[in-house]
């Protein structure tokens, strides 16, 4: 069966980097979107980008871009989000979820989310 | 970008009622949309796939239909397992996009 294992949460101060991770296993990783999704505390979802681990390509919505980093390990199945310098309004859960990109098959697969909170 | 724009944004509702939720999108997406089921602290559940597919698994009391830029959400009989936050998602183009959600609650 499809997994999707992310890593656990985190605390962070504000200007801190961070460094999150998603763990694929029992299906084709490299060739697979996984893309990241937030939620602030009581809010909805909100899409960040997407990352095609096999060339890399990745897209990023504009709300996001600058703010935040995707990469993935094709060695080691594992996709990620960082930041450079964290923020007070970063706090938020973070899902990764496969094929989460503009296709017609749905993202069927999500990871169990990563708690960050910032906070001085 | 496309705007996902869901109503109502809460319902209350009692065990056995037909429950049914709207999705307009600010231009066209085809069938390019998903709907999803999310509890407290859990991950969306992906429901209903391609404006109207059933994800398998899911039971057929969740039915979805529309295309274009309307789209519907139907509960046929409310089950106690059914109160939660749903969301619909376009993914027609980039940035891909979520409504703000339709919160189900117990009356």
């Known amino acids: 069966d499809v997994h999707l294992v992310q890593s656990g949460a985190e605390v962070r101060k504000p200007g801190e980097s961070l460094k999150i991770s998603c763990k694929g296993s029992?299906?084709?990783?490299?060739?697979?979107?996984i893309g990241w999704v937030r939620q602030m505390p009581g809010k909805g979802l909100e899409w960040l980008g997407s990352i095609y681990p096999d060339d890399s390509d990745t897209r990023y919505s504009p709300s996001f871009q600058g703010q935040v980093t995707i990469s993935a390990d094709k060695s080691n199945s594992t996709a990620y989000l960082q930041w450079s310098s964290l923020k007070a309004s970063d706090t938020a859960m973070y899902f990764c979820?496969?094929?989460?990109?503009?296709?017609?098959?749905?993202?069927?697969?999500w990871g169990q989310g990563t708690l960050v909170t910032v906070s001085s | 970008d496309i705007q996902m724009t869901q109503s109502p944004s809460s319902l209350s509702a009692s065990v056995g009622d037909r429950v049914t939720m709207t999705c307009r999108a600010s231009?066209?997406?085809?069938?390019?949309l998903n709907w999803y089921q999310q509890k407290p602290g859990k991950a969306p559940k992906v429901l209903i796939f391609?404006?109207?597919n059933l994800q398998s698994g899911v039971p057929s009391r969740f039915s979805g239909s529309g295309s274009g830029t309307d789209f519907t959400l139907t509960i046929s009989s409310l089950e106690s397992e059914d109160f939660a936050t749903y969301y619909c998602?376009?993914?027609?183009?980039?940035?891909?996009?979520f409504g703000q959600g339709t919160r189900v609650e117990i009356k």
């Open positions: 391609a404006a109207s």
């Open positions: 029992e299906y084709s990783f490299n060739t697979n979107w």
């Open positions: 231009q066209s997406i085809n069938s390019y």
């Open positions: 979820a496969r094929a989460l990109t503009t296709t017609i098959s749905p993202p069927e697969y």
């Open positions: 998602q376009q993914s027609y183009s980039l940035p891909i996009t």
